[in-house]
């Protein structure tokens, strides 16, 4: 099970006049429990104005280097990405939770290329995956489409044209802008024609082993798509939402009445009676009980547990495989139980 360290604050830069990249000093007695996967976030964990808020960033910098690095793009009013922007300092301390996440770059010994289409911030993962995936292999190849609203939004710009440099004939990134007609840019959102233009077109004789997207689901779905049509295989395409997806929830036909659920966490066993039209994690949560969660909103993998007895329908999943949900797992941030009683185990996962 997960649990939260407090993580001195090392470095602050400023990526875009909304946006922040923070880095953590990692302590060497902590250096194996933060050893991460390219493509793995973090959960920080911050009390705001009485309020405890937990977030999950994605993890930029790469798996060999020192410390933790993130990117956190301003997006809510009062809430955590304000307070990394307008007052987080040097030397402050935060609860961060070890790394975690599946939308991982798993190296080989062979030769591998791959491609990614980023959205916004939905290229901090994509960063660590290009840096490892150059690293691993001088003859590995990166292409990489980034789509913002103009330069002066684009995260880690001057990082990426640093590895484009660096790695000239093996990194070729494509920035496109929404809003701005600027010099070396292609205009518009991630598309179709833009998508075809950089595989079809730039890289076209570039057998490609891997696919990377994140960002808004819209894009997500454009890309893949795209992709599909193009006759790639569907298993070489992971992908990662940044935001949750807005669904008019639909309740389990069984939602009425309650449900005596069991939920074994850090080896205790916890027993109560929950509402079925109520959600496992919002139950759990309301008891006190300190289970793993971050996002709430299905788009990361924080609060998965396995059911043991009984049964629980999700509303919504972007995470689990086919096998996974056949094999108990759920998502208690978006499960309802369908059961009398119910078990759910965080442990065994």
Request: charged residues 25%.
């Amino acid at each position: 099970m997960s649990h939260f360290h407090p993580l001195t604050v090392k470095n602050i830069k400023k990526l875009t006049p909304t946006s922040v990249a923070v880095t953590f000093a990692i302590p060497k007695d902590l250096a194996q429990t933060f050893a991460f996967t390219a493509g793995q976030y973090i959960t920080i964990k911050k009390e705001i104005k009485g309020k405890e808020l937990r977030r999950a960033y994605s993890i930029s910098s790469s798996p060999e280097k020192d410390g933790i690095t993130i990117g956190i793009k301003m997006v809510d009013k009062g809430g955590f990405s304000n307070y990394a922007n307008n007052k987080l300092q040097v030397g402050d301390v935060l609860e961060v939770m070890e790394p975690e996440g599946r939308f991982t770059y798993n190296p080989t010994n062979e030769v591998q290329n791959v491609a990614a289409f980023a959205a916004g911030s939905g290229i901090t993962p994509i960063m660590s995956i290009v840096k490892k995936v150059l690293d691993n292999n001088t003859k590995n190849k990166f292409v990489l489409v980034y789509g913002n609203k103009s330069y002066e939004e684009t995260m880690f710009y001057t990082d990426l044209v640093k590895l484009e440099l660096e790695y000239s004939n093996r990194f070729f990134v494509y920035f496109t802008n929404s809003q701005t007609r600027e010099d070396k840019a292609l205009f518009g959102r991630i598309d179709t024609s833009i998508v075809n233009y950089a595989l079809k077109n730039k890289h076209k004789n570039v057998d490609f082993d891997a696919y990377y997207l994140c960002g808004p689901e819209a894009m997500i779905n454009t890309v893949q798509d795209t992709l599909l049509d193009n006759g790639i295989d569907k298993n070489k395409i992971h992908f990662e939402l940044f935001t949750p997806t807005e669904i008019k929830e639909e309740l389990p036909i069984q939602a009425e009445g309650s449900t005596a659920i069991t939920v074994v966490l850090d080896d205790e066993e916890f027993q109560f009676t929950m509402d079925k039209k109520s959600l496992v994690l919002d139950a759990v949560l309301k008891e006190n009980i300190d289970a793993p969660y971050s996002c709430q909103g299905g788009v990361c993998s924080s609060c998965i547990a396995k059911v043991t007895e009984g049964k629980a329908e999700m509303v919504m999943n972007q995470i689990l495989t086919d096998k996974e949900i056949a094999d108990g797992f759920i998502l208690t941030c978006q499960a309802h139980p369908t059961t009398p009683t119910l078990k759910v185990d965080y442990d065994d996962v």
